[in-house]
């Protein structure tokens, strides 16, 4: 920032990060998302393309340019440091593979254009903050991954041994077996399955409950905990989010001193009274 007598003259990057960062166009830009979301939502209806087709094309293609022009205004605004923000890389991959002519060998990335609604994630602060807690939560999940795994594995081999003759259609081999594990592990079907196996062996129950207890009772819980658990510690704390709202406090009285101090120092001096020219 340059600073003469009584005013403050910002430069070409600082104006336009200015511009970037004012809820205005934070504002703009997530209006713009919604509408190309809903736009290419629309071109999947025949009915829709056959009546309104161009317009629905019109406004993809201006998001697409809006997009683009945000994208280099904050290249332009934050120099090197744009690519520190790993949001900014993810904004301008999803704009790079909607500037792929949509022809040819590369026609499959043309219903990939709907990706640009993620934009969304990284546009709403609420929504980068449950991102980055599932990534946060990502080592503790994979620990219960290769709990559920194992769990899952032990009473394939199990059910295999002791099911796979009895009703081949669902356990006769260990593929078959965790795939229809998988299944009543999701809750898909598991009664029909049991009986299935308790016309044969009515005690088999007994196996079904304490392997939906396990995985999905259990298990699954343990997946909500972790990420529960990671959201609450990277939301901010009502200290930190009174002492955010002082801080902005404070900007705006600075800023209203410095317009005040503007206007005393630009005034024209007076001469003094009963002094000559």
């Not at 683009?68 to 890389?89: G, H, M, Q």
């Not at 980055?132 to 290769?146: E, K, N, R, V």
């Not at 081949?168 to 809750?187: E, W």
């Not at 529960?228 to 404070?250: I, W, Y």
Request: with cysteine; aromatic share 8%.
């Amino acid at each position: 920032m340059v600073v003469t007598w009584g005013r403050w003259k910002l430069s070409g990057p600082e104006r336009v990060r200015v511009v970037l960062e004012s809820k205005l166009a934070q504002r703009a830009v997530i209006a713009v998302i919604v509408i190309n979301a809903i736009t290419i939502g629309c071109e999947t209806s025949a009915y829709l393309m056959a009546q309104a087709g161009g317009l629905l094309h019109a406004v993809d293609r201006i998001a697409l340019a809006i997009f683009t022009v945000e994208i280099a205004a904050r290249l332009y605004a934050y120099r090197r440091s744009f690519f520190a923000d790993p949001w900014n890389w993810f904004d301008a991959a999803i704009v790079a593979i909607a500037l792929v002519p949509a022809s040819g060998p590369t026609s499959v990335l043309r219903s990939l254009r709907i990706l640009r609604a993620l934009r969304l994630v990284s546009a709403v602060p609420s929504m980068r903050r449950v991102v980055g807690a599932l990534l946060t939560a990502l080592p503790g999940m994979a620990s219960i991954i290769g709990l559920l795994v194992l769990m899952i594995y032990i009473a394939a081999v199990i059910s295999t041994k002791l099911f796979g003759q009895l009703v081949p259609d669902r356990f006769a081999d260990l593929p078959r077996s965790l795939f229809t594990l998988f299944q009543i592990m999701t809750g898909d079907d598991w009664g029909n399955v049991a009986q299935e196996v308790m016309e044969h062996k009515p005690w088999a129950w007994v196996f079904f409950i304490v392997y939906i207890l396990m995985s999905t009772f259990v298990a699954l819980n343990l997946f909500i905990a972790v990420v529960v658990n990671a959201m609450h510690e990277t939301e901010p704390s009502p200290a930190e989010t009174r002492a955010q709202a002082e801080l902005e406090e404070v900007k705006q009285e600075l800023a209203a001193v410095n317009a005040k101090l503007d206007q005393l120092l630009t005034r024209e001096p007076t001469p003094a009274a009963g002094k000559g020219p």
